[in-house]
């Protein structure tokens, strides 16, 4: 195990909690994280590393229009790149190295967000403002590291109609157990991606199984945990209809959905030019028979075909409520 150690990240608290953890790792001591993640090292044989890092200018970014919830939605970062290594993920394409980031100073990152609500509360604004955390990272593939959880998760809670998401394939949840909380959190909800058995398998290496991650959502349920389902990407592999109708079927007997936040489905999708990199990293993916360029300038399942699965959603669920992106 490697650690790259910036030298201004070194005497964070979290810093210092990973290097306890990893007593015989290599420590390198860096002066910016860049130059090792920016370095293209791509596809090299390399020994299991992570970079600890301080975020130089923390900062929060405007969702685009209609994704997920709406009302004033943000996305910020305490992490980069992720432990799983899922084949349609924009985030391996993008970054030129693999290692993940520990960005450490989260009293900075937390003052942006306690300074982006006080600014719009100033301003009157009364809904609910929402801060997605996992658009760079799995936050809770990380957590035994990160200890996001246990600092972000309560901070939240400082504030009146806010809301915090974050996703994960991970059924590595100790962590969120280990929070102490005598009442609900209100802010946050844990979000879980969920494929069938037989996509996780040949597309979301790494991740946790279906079962184990069922087996996590009702822990969380059972721990008074908010708890959002996202089916995504929904990927029409061959005979995916009954592949998706016997895995709706299961989740059904498995998981106490009017327990469950909101339920959300959304296709395998990318803009164009993420689109051209992926598909020139990796020429040869199954993925790309998936999708086909639409009007918008976007790349994504066939309209025909993400009807399908509405419809196959909207009959499983007959009474709840399902989020999709209409983009
Ligand atoms: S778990 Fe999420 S962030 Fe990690 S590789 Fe898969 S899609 Fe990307």
Not at 40 to 62: S, T, V, W
């Amino acid at each position: 195990m490697l650690i790259y150690l910036e030298k201004r990240a070194e005497n964070f608290e979290v810093a210092q909690n990973i290097l306890k953890k990893f007593p015989d790792a290599q420590v390198l001591r860096i002066d910016h994280y860049k130059n090792i993640f920016d370095k293209r090292i791509e596809n090299q044989k390399l020994i299991p590393a992570i970079i600890i890092a301080k975020d130089e200018h923390p900062n929060i970014l405007d969702v685009p229009e209609n994704y997920w919830y709406p009302w004033k939605s943000f996305f910020f970062k305490s992490s980069l790149n992720c432990v799983f290594d899922c084949e349609y993920c924009y985030l391996k394409w993008n970054f030129k190295t693999q290692y993940p980031v520990i960005f450490v100073n989260y009293d900075d990152i937390k003052n942006i967000i306690r300074d982006k609500i006080n600014e719009l509360r100033e301003w009157w604004y009364q809904w609910q403002i929402t801060f997605y955390a996992s658009n760079y990272s799995d936050i809770q593939g990380l957590d035994s590291l990160s200890w996001f959880n246990q600092e972000f998760i309560p901070f939240m809670e400082e504030f009146d109609n806010v809301l915090m998401e974050t996703r994960t394939k991970s059924a590595n949840i100790d962590s969120l157990f280990q929070i102490n909380n005598w009442v609900p959190f209100k802010n946050t909800e844990i979000s879980f991606s969920l494929n069938p058995d037989e996509i996780i398998a040949k597309f979301e290496k790494w991740t946790s199984s279906l079962g184990k991650r069922i087996e996590s959502i009702n822990r969380l349920i059972d721990k008074w945990y908010k708890v959002w389902l996202r089916f995504l990407p929904l990927l029409p592999v061959k005979d995916y209809i009954e592949i998706y109708t016997k895995f709706l079927e299961r989740i059904k007997k498995e998981i106490l959905i009017e327990k469950i936040n909101s339920l959300f489905i959304a296709s395998l999708i990318y803009n164009q030019w993420d689109f051209k990199t992926m598909q020139k990293k990796n020429p040869d993916s199954e993925l790309w028979n998936f999708v086909t360029l639409h009007d918008n300038w976007l790349v994504k399942l066939p309209d025909d075909i993400f009807e399908s699965f509405v419809s196959l959603f909207k009959t499983a669920f007959p009474n709840t409520k399902i989020y999709f992106d209409f983009i």
